[in-house]
């Protein structure tokens, strides 16, 4: 306990000595930023790969084979976990146009060479035979049919990366609305860009529900080129739920028609853009609607549909390494993010953002926007002008050396108190013999007094065992019954025979052991 007692002590006076020499470093994440969600920004271009075999039987019987690729949307998703999982919405991936009958138009004015519009329309020709071939080639698939047609829908997704990623990946759908404007869940197939897997955005909990709520819209027109960045813009959001329709927009002090505005991002290619609130950085929502009407859909909707396609949203290390590196770099300490970014261009080197910053720290590391250059600068600035700061290191060094060579002996000396104070192991000594009285012959025991008592016994005496015979004083005659007194007259010691006490001489009875003097 005394050692335990010690080691807090010292403890005590150790720690704010080391703890002066680290320097703190806790900063508060930056609001109103986009650079969370703008790495997992991507293009969605969705197409349908149609094979038609035209049966030609006008003439001979002809076999003509064409395969085309049918655009059926394009947009913007998200990625919301390392695996590559990305939400955008259903009609970028899903068409209710019916493509094979533009295949049929498209087939059929090649080989007939008639006019015929490349649309989704169906179409009559003037020619009778010629349009009873036609309309057999149209869906459904007939016995008479004479055209076979085969139709695979292609999903590429374009990440934004440093350099440019021109066929993308691939990426099949795992779940689409029932809506056009409900969120599709869509996961990569084939290779994958990185170990550490993709960056990923942060889904917000809930909507908020406060009118005029700042947000910001992401989102690419084209696929991700260094001539062609992430288009980002602001909105508000009106208050109240989002309905069937979708949460609106609606600038507070009326300078800008929101709606019309991001209605034309919609149709530039923000179509499932990631809406991100202004203060944390989530996504709450994705950018529906188009022309003059631009809208979002709430979060629940995509958590909902992400549950649907048992997706899991999940951040990853290359996240963890960037937001590390963003909060140093928007906090000015462009000095520590240097390392930061450097970090995250290991675990991913295409990040076009952590590439973009790490570029701009290292031109302002160290100069007057560096807070962590003008902090060291400012300590060494105070240290100059004050005292030398040896002194205090070396007074510092020797107090801690002398507080440990006190506490050193303290402990040895504890240590031999206490083994001073065990007590020493028993000697063990032999005792020498006595020979009993009984055993010598003749042997006579003079007692003065007998205290405590000697143990009674009914032995008689003379015999081993039995009262004990004392002597009388020197010189006195045998005393007389009546008087107890010797023949000079003096008066005669008695002393009880069974436990050696004095008797007076009137005394019938000894007073310590109650044994009768006559006896």
Known sequence: MRRF????????????VTAATVPAFAHEHPSGITDLV????VRVEAKARVDITLLDHVGELVHVERSYDVPIGVGTGTVVNPDGAVVTLTRVVKTDKDVAVYAANKIFAEHHKVKIPEDFKRHTLKDDQLNHHLQECYPPKLPTATCIIDVTTEVRVFPNISRPDEEGFKAEITRVGDKPDSPAVLVPVGRADASAGLPTAPLAAQVPDKDSWPVAVAGFTGRPAPNLPETVDIGHLTAGGAGEGGRKFKDPENKVDEPRKLGALVDRGLLGGPVIEDKKGEVVGLLVGGGEDGRMIGVREVTKALAEAKVTARRGPIDAAFEQALTRFHTHYYGDAVPAFQRV??????HVLAAAHLKTSQQKRGTAEDEGAKKADAAAHHTSAGLPLWPFLVAGGVLVLAVLAGAFLLWRRRGTEEEAEEPPPFEQRPVPRVTPP?????????????????????TAPGQPGGPVLVARDPGAGPATKETGTGESGTVVQKYCTACGMRLGPAHRFCGYCGHPTEA
Do not use: K
Not at 5 to 16: F, K, M, N, R, S
């Open 5 to 16: 007692v010690l080691a807090l002590a010292l403890l005590g006076v150790l720690v704010p």
């Open 38 to 41: 703008t790495p997992a920004v």
């Open 345 to 350: 261009l290991d675990l991913y080197p295409g």
């Open 438 to 458: 009984d055993e010598v012959p003749d042997a006579t025991v003079v007692v003065g007094r007998s205290f405590p008592a000697l143990p009674r016994t009914n």
